[in-house]
């Protein structure tokens, strides 16, 4: 026990250093990028006492704690403000108003950070159209908002800067710099980058860097001239790589217009050197550039990689479907609304003998007739019906051992059914197994004949469905008791097998023999009274020309008496029974081994 407790021990405290040394390189690394970027811009984007044009600064931070764990967001927060403090003292002078300064930008980027972790995009803020909508709305509106009321207000009382147009420049310089730098820097951080960088072959990698190249020479084409406004060009090229290659191909390419753009504006090059209405109008108009930039591409980014997303994970999970269905019983076929199959998979050519392939785009009829016609017969019951599924057995027509049980199911829409799929699995071993447990239920166990319970059975479904003729004769072994009590019962028993051997000689293919019980047996003939009465005549000379039972001590000679009835439209079973019950009691009382009718 002390010695896990030992181990337990040296493991957390590994794990707190391990997580203190990490904590500690982000704060490092983030510190250091937040003086190193808010210098740059102070120094050239401000004159010392006013606000930057475009502030990454803060996106740095922000990225990073859209990266990390909320444990370590304090340590991140308080390195983004001794960056901040650091560099404005550097550009700026030393004053000490700048305290204020740096607690106000980590408070909008704590705020920007909270609610776009809060609103689930943290990991993702590009993920599609509904995350950068909230992302745009909190890092790139509210917080800078706050932190430029705050902000104006602390720079009217350290320089003396008027209140509305600080007001201004804070809101977009923050807003430009939140959007355009945190998704790049934040892929930087996370690991996208690389791990995008490493996933291209090489042929993939060569291509998207000439198209990457493509976008560099236009933008560069674009801001290294101030003769023609061209600004429209970027946008061309940044949606090729927006298709190309995915959003964050896109945050890279607009992170380079930004900076292109802001360098030529700058030195006073470029399309904004055309506006001749002073560099603060040309300030004005390059924001507005750039926002109009961002709220152009970086959405249409979004739709397109959320769409590749969906792509790439529909086609995974067809490709697992399809590894599914390939070591699968069932056979899978999947119809649109028109009853044309879209896709087929699963053991298809075991059971219907039929490739995959030569059932997609066959309609239901097609197939159908390739199969027997039960499927098309389960699809128009099933329209016919307005249900949504239904279940039904068939034997296919090129493998009738096979019996398959089809599961149709409809997929409907308010107006229409939009699809369709049928799940087929062989069932030919639990039919079987279903068959031989029915039959041994419904079979004698001594004569092997049917039994009482499926003799009715047969019965009832020739009264519901027949529409041919049919004949009920009841049959009674004369003085069977006799041969009981004076041979024993395994005589008897042999006794009945025989004369059961001897009626199904008697009887034709179609005729139907049940022992209801004892000595009392049944044959359901299907054909008209005069024709049964034929047979049973034939059958009672069987029976009584020869002896039922022979061995050394025994001789046994017997007959049996039928009586017959012919079913009439409208009789019941009981009816039915009731008329052959009658015409067996005329035989029997006219001195037995005799066929009786009754009308």
């Known amino acids: 026990m002390i010695f896990a407790a030992m181990k337990f021990r040296k493991v957390s405290w590994y794990n707190l250093a391990r997580m203190g040394a990490l ?91 909270h609610f776009v972790r809060r609103s689930r995009v943290g990991d993702d803020v590009m993920a599609d159209s509904g995350s950068f909508g909230r992302f745009l709305f909190w890092a790139g509106l509210i917080a800078p908002a706050l932190g430029a009321a705050a902000g104006a207000l602390s720079s009217q009382m350290i320089y003396g800067q008027p209140l509305l147009p600080s007001f201004g420049r804070w809101i977009a310089s923050n807003s430009l710099g939140f959007v355009i730098f945190t998704p790049f820097f934040k892929g930087i951080f996370d690991g996208s980058y690389a791990r995008a960088l490493g996933s291209l072959k090489k042929i993939t990698l060569a291509e998207n860097l000439a198209v990457f190249g493509l976008h560099v020479a236009v933008t560069l084409l674009v801001f290294a001239q101030n003769r023609l406004p061209l600004l429209y060009l970027p946008f061309s090229t940044l949606l090729l790589l927006t298709f190309r290659m995915g959003r964050l191909a896109t945050h890279l390419g607009t992170l380079l217009v930004a900076v292109v753009a802001i360098i030529a504006a700058l030195n006073h090059s470029g399309p904004m050197a055309l506006i001749d209405q002073g560099p603060l109008i040309q300030t004005v108009f390059l924001q507005a550039y750039l926002a109009v930039l961002l709220c152009t591409s970086l959405p249409v980014a979004a739709v397109v990689s959320a769409r590749a997303d969906a792509q790439a994970e529909l086609a995974a999970r067809e490709e697992t479907l399809r590894l599914v269905m390939a070591r699968s019983p069932d056979a899978i076929l999947a119809f649109d609304g028109n009853g044309i199959c879209r896709w087929a998979d699963g053991p298809l050519r075991e059971y219907l003998g039929i490739e995959p392939d030569d059932i997609v785009g066959a309609s239901i009829t097609e197939l159908s007739v390739k199969t027997g016609g039960a499927l098309e017969r389960m699809y128009h019951h099933l329209l016919a019906s307005n249900g949504h599924h239904h279940t039904s057995d068939f034997n296919p027509a090129r493998h009738p051992e096979l019996t398959l049980e089809a599961s149709l199911r409809l997929a409907p829409r308010q107006t229409s059914t939009i699809g369709s799929v049928i799940i087929m699995r062989d069932i030919t071993v639990r039919k079987a197994r279903e068959v031989a447990i029915s039959k041994r239920a419904e079979t004698d166990d001594l004569t092997g004949v049917l039994n009482r319970a499926g003799f009715h059975q047969r019965l009832n479904l020739a009264i519901e469905t027949s529409e041919e003729p049919f004949s009920l004769a009841l049959i009674d072994v004369d003085r ?14 042999a006794a009945l097998i025989e004369i059961v051997r001897r009626m199904k000689t008697g009887t034709r293919k179609g005729d139907v023999v049940g022992r209801l019980g004892g000595d009392e047996f049944a044959i359901l003939f299907r054909c008209e009274m005069a024709k049964a009465e034929t047979i049973c005549k034939r059958i009672t000379g069987l029976v009584s020309t020869d002896p039922i039972h022979a061995n050394d001590n025994v001789l046994l000679l017997t007959s049996i008496s039928c009586g017959v009835a012919q079913f009439a439209p409208g009789m019941s079973r009981e009816q039915l029974v009731d008329a052959a019950d009658l015409a067996l009691y005329q035989a029997k009382d006219s001195g037995r081994n005799g066929v009786k009718t009754v009308a």
């Open 23 to 113: 904590m500690g390189a982000d704060a490092l690394a983030g510190g250091l990028c937040y003086f190193l970027f808010a210098t740059a811009t102070i120094v050239l984007t401000s004159n010392g006492r006013n606000h930057a044009m475009v502030w990454p600064a803060d996106a740095v931070i922000l990225a990073l704690l859209l990266s990390r764990p909320r444990r370590h967001w304090p340590v991140l927060l308080l390195a983004g403000w001794a960056g901040n403090l650091v560099a404005n003292g550097v550009a700026r002078g030393w004053v000490l108003g700048l305290v204020l300064y740096g607690a106000i930008n980590m408070g909008q980027t704590l705020l920007a950070a």
């Open 480 to 493: 069977f008791k006799s041969i009981n009590d004076t041979y024993g019962h395994p005589v008897g028993d």
